[in-house]
DNA sequence: TTCAGAAAGTGAACACTGTTCACTCTTGTA
DNA sequence: TACAAGAGTGAACAGTGTTCACTTTCTGAA
């Protein structure tokens, strides 16, 4: 199928990418908008006027096919929070923006993010169910997403804005949890902000930038000299 | 099938009981070990040695069977996590406990609580796809365990040891968004608490408590008495 | 231009799934 | 003892992901 120079495209090369590239489409429209479960191979070979079993041509199956929706929905969001964390702006207007743009992005597509976090005991495809190695997990983009908050805590504890006691890379790896419950809890509970005894205004946004604020405290340095801003960690 | 007095229970009764308890606690087993995609309805009357169609004698769907399951896995978080704010030590020991038996409860029993959080668009069945309400809300488990953290946080602020500028509803959801995150990650990145770029020894309960104490932090009163959204008098 | 081989595409089948329904068997009561 | 309600069953339906022998289409070399 390849002519003799390999950087060459011949039509059938072009003529396969496109179908591919029309299985993907259809892919993305329908899981966008039903997730998994709505995402049948029969439906999809129906949308694109192919049988189910050409479908198994171009992906090796199902959850190929949806790992690379998966992959794809983590670039962009990679891309959002990278942009984020590089505006011109003060350091912790980006660091409040970084992770509000991580929740946004994960509630604006839920079944992506959702999928992306929904398997149990192997996260890690190239891995699978051993442990995670570092160098594995930050090649991929999720992993590069998480570089970017490392990034983030080292900056603010050269600004000497956050503690400087911090493992910078533990302080990501709470920072992300705390980003990713938020994410799951307004995904998987529709009107979770809006969730209060007194029915008072507040949208999703706002909410997210509140939880943003509270994440960022936590790392703030504590005010100096005083006892009082540091956990106390056995006695209190 | 029930006598004229309604509170007497009849033989038939408790033998139906006795049926439904045993395949309770067979799904409860199976449920435990691999999770929702491990537990089919023909898998389950055969461990019973009942035929498929008996379930449906017992439970109108196996997602009514599952919320079972999930229910009273949220009963038991709930004792737990009350047991942990309620007990006699310090205030902030208490708090940082609260949190970190909830993410410990949550990983012991990984499969019930990533399911728990699985649906997307109605997390409530009595209130399905409608706004969440506050009085629907606060008599389940879940809502309950999440009334604990309300009370922790009030408690806090009479304390004097939380931000009194903080609403408390917020806060603990807050809270809750964190340690759910944490909780998730944990199910479903094994070794996500080992992920380090230099292999130290650090094992799941030392990095909850890392967490927990991040967490807790977030909420303290900012050492020079300003109130939400405080800037460090230092440069950024 | 012809022709072999590779790739693309297909339809039927397999082994599953949750669920339903007409049916039989058992049980408790009048 | 007769009868009705409940318990339990086997077969079937509609759906799923996936495989495989098969045909059709295309392409590169003789």
């Known amino acids: 199928m390849q002519t003799d120079s390999p950087s060459e495209e011949t039509p059938a090369d072009r003529r396969r990418l496109r179908v591919r590239e029309s299985i993907i489409s259809a892919a993305e429209r329908v899981f966008a908008k039903e997730g998994e479960s709505g995402l049948s191979i029969r439906r999809l070979a129906d949308e694109i006027d192919y049988s189910p079993s050409a479908i198994y041509k171009y992906f090796g199956s199902k959850d190929e096919l949806i ?3 998966k992959e794809a929905f983590f670039e962009r ?5 990278d942009g984020s964390s590089s505006a011109d702006r003060p350091f912790l207007q980006r660091a409040k923006a970084c992770v509000a743009t991580y929740v946004d992005t994960a509630v604006t597509r839920p079944f992506h993010y959702a999928a992306a976090f929904s398997s149990i005991k192997h996260s890690l495809p190239e891995n699978g169910g051993g442990p995670l190695s570092w160098d594995g997990f930050v090649t991929t983009s999720k992993g590069q997403a998480f570089g970017v908050l490392i990034s983030m805590v080292t900056e603010g504890q050269e600004l000497d804005i956050f503690d400087p006691s911090l493992d910078p890379v533990m302080a990501a790896k709470s920072l992300w949890a705390g980003s990713h419950g938020l994410a799951q809890l307004l995904i998987h509970m529709p009107h979770f902000h809006q969730l209060v005894p007194e029915q008072q ?5 706002d909410f997210i930038e509140f939880h943003a604020d509270l994440q960022i405290r936590g790392l703030l340095k504590p005010a100096d000299g005083s006892g009082n801003g540091r956990l106390p960690g056995q006695n209190s």
Chains 1, 2 share one sequence.
Do not use: N
């Not at 969001?77 to 929070?81: G, N, Q, V, Y």
């Open 77 to 81: 969001l990679l891309a959002k929070i």
């Open 201 to 205: 205004p507040m949208t999703a946004k």
């Open 67 to 69: 790992d690379e929706l």
